[in-house]
């Protein structure tokens, strides 16, 4: 029979251990031993007890919840990042409260707001780029933030990841060093979203350099979806003037493109090598086997979660923690050098 109106009291009393240890077992569970935690979930589980956050937080104390507003949820480009950052947080005691945008910045700052009104300890956003009266609301409230998956050394806020524009011309040169000189590019919208943006801007930089034009023909743009990216790549090719080399914005459309390639009996890469950036989940395991840019998901993740909660702890003014973390370039079935002439 489940006790009403049960306490840390009755908690602790039940366990064997103090009130401090039931709340240190919670708080910061890495400091108790692992069988007087199981010992304290057990008696948890059978009372039915649950903490008050709210009461908390209303006396100035953290509520012990972080939150993580994604531009989407409706793929795979963040979850192994999301996967990453809860699981660092539960280590730590702190549960995770999740939002998506849409890729709507004026949506993410509605959504800044309801997280500030729940009272979370700390803020996660994706990339740096944001409206001002997001940042106007952060600095205002003081609470500390970082964002994920851009890096940038003068950038506003703290920040753990890549730099974008790195991942770019990573994916250009590669196709350069192979041997490509007709290359086209397939990229997202980028109005609210400053990882494409970046990485665009490196990959045509990198083929400026190289005294390599894009016709606008060659420069598709297609949403995060292998649908869209699939048909977007299958008109090109109907128009009978395909590149030999494709730099796709991320592995969502980079799959898309194979997929549309196979479909109109266009040999990857006997006719067209396609690169993409992410090194998502199923991308090795394609046929062929995608090459790409790898951005360290979970490492972005765990990373985020431990400078978030470095801040959240911080007794003094937030500082800036900025954190760039490696790419990396694998090659796989999907790229060779240009056909012969």
Same mark, same amino acid.
């Given at each position: 029979?489940?006790?009403?109106?049960?306490?840390?009291v009755h908690?602790?009393?039940?366990?064997?251990?103090?009130?401090?240890?039931v709340?240190r077992?919670?708080?910061?569970?890495?400091?108790?031993?692992?069988?007087?935690?199981?010992?304290?979930?057990?008696?948890?589980?059978?009372?039915?007890?649950?903490?008050?956050r709210a009461?908390?937080?209303?006396?100035?104390?953290?509520?012990?919840t972080i939150?993580l507003i994604v531009?989407?949820?409706?793929?795979?480009?963040?979850?192994?990042?999301i996967?990453?950052?809860?699981?660092?947080l539960?280590?730590r005691?702190?549960?995770?409260?999740?939002?998506?945008?849409?890729?709507?910045?004026?949506?993410?700052?509605d959504l800044?707001?309801?997280?500030?009104?729940?009272r #979370?300890?700390?803020?996660?956003?994706?990339g740096?780029?944001?409206?001002?009266?997001?940042?106007?609301?952060?600095?205002?409230r003081?609470?500390?933030?970082?964002?994920?998956?851009?890096?940038?050394g003068?950038?506003?806020?703290?920040?753990?990841?890549?730099?974008n524009?790195?991942a770019g011309?990573?994916?250009?040169?590669?196709?350069?060093?192979?041997?490509?000189?007709?290359?086209g590019?397939?990229?997202?919208?980028?109005?609210?979203?400053?990882r494409a943006?970046?990485?665009?801007?490196?990959?045509?930089?990198l083929l400026?350099?190289r005294?390599i034009?894009?016709?606008?023909?060659?420069?598709?743009?297609?949403?995060?979806?292998?649908?869209?990216?699939?048909?977007a790549?299958?008109d090109l090719?109907?128009?009978?003037?395909?590149?030999?080399?494709?730099?796709?914005?991320?592995?969502?459309l980079?799959q898309?493109? #194979?997929f549309a390639?196979?479909?109109?009996?266009?040999?990857?890469p006997?006719?067209?090598?396609?690169?993409?950036?992410g090194?998502?989940?199923?991308?090795?395991?394609?046929?062929p086997?995608l090459t790409?840019?790898?951005?360290?998901a979970?490492?972005?993740?765990?990373?985020?979660?431990?400078?978030?909660l470095?801040l959240?702890r911080?007794?003094?003014?937030?500082?800036?923690?900025?954190?760039?973390?490696?790419?990396?370039?694998?090659?796989?079935?999907?790229?060779?050098?240009p056909?012969?002439p």
């Amino acid at each position: 029979m489940v006790r009403r109106h049960v306490d840390i009291v009755h908690v602790a009393r039940q366990a064997g251990v103090s009130p401090a240890t039931v709340s240190r077992a919670f708080n910061h569970p890495s400091l108790v031993r692992a069988d007087t935690r199981a010992r304290i979930s057990a008696v948890v589980d059978e009372l039915g007890y649950i903490r008050n956050r709210a009461a908390r937080s209303i006396h100035g104390k953290r509520s012990g919840t972080i939150g993580l507003i994604v531009p989407t949820v409706d793929n795979a480009i963040f979850s192994r990042l999301i996967q990453s950052f809860s699981d660092a947080l539960n280590l730590r005691g702190f549960t995770l409260l999740l939002a998506a945008h849409g890729y709507d910045l004026g949506r993410e700052k509605d959504l800044l707001r309801s997280f500030l009104e729940h009272r #979370v300890d700390g803020i996660a956003v994706i990339g740096l780029d944001h409206e001002n009266a997001t940042f106007a609301l952060l600095e205002t409230r003081q609470v500390p933030v970082v964002a994920l998956w851009n890096h940038d050394g003068e950038s506003r806020m703290s920040c753990v990841g890549p730099e974008n524009r790195n991942a770019g011309c990573l994916a250009a040169q590669h196709l350069v060093d192979l041997g490509h000189r007709r290359i086209g590019l397939l990229f997202p919208p980028t109005r609210g979203n400053d990882r494409a943006a970046s990485r665009l801007e490196g990959a045509e930089a990198l083929l400026g350099e190289r005294g390599i034009q894009v016709p606008e023909r060659w420069r598709i743009e297609a949403v995060y979806s292998v649908a869209a990216a699939k048909r977007a790549f299958v008109d090109l090719i109907g128009a009978g003037d395909v590149p030999t080399g494709l730099v796709a914005g991320n592995d969502v459309l980079a799959q898309g493109a #194979v997929f549309a390639a196979a479909e109109c009996a266009v040999g990857v890469p006997d006719r067209v090598s396609v690169v993409g950036i992410g090194d998502f989940s199923g991308s090795a395991e394609m046929a062929p086997s995608l090459t790409t840019v790898r951005l360290p998901a979970a490492d972005i993740g765990e990373a985020g979660a431990e400078v978030l909660l470095e801040l959240v702890r911080s007794e003094r003014r937030h500082p800036l923690i900025r954190r760039n973390l490696p790419l990396e370039l694998v090659v796989r079935a999907s790229t060779a050098p240009p056909p012969a002439p």
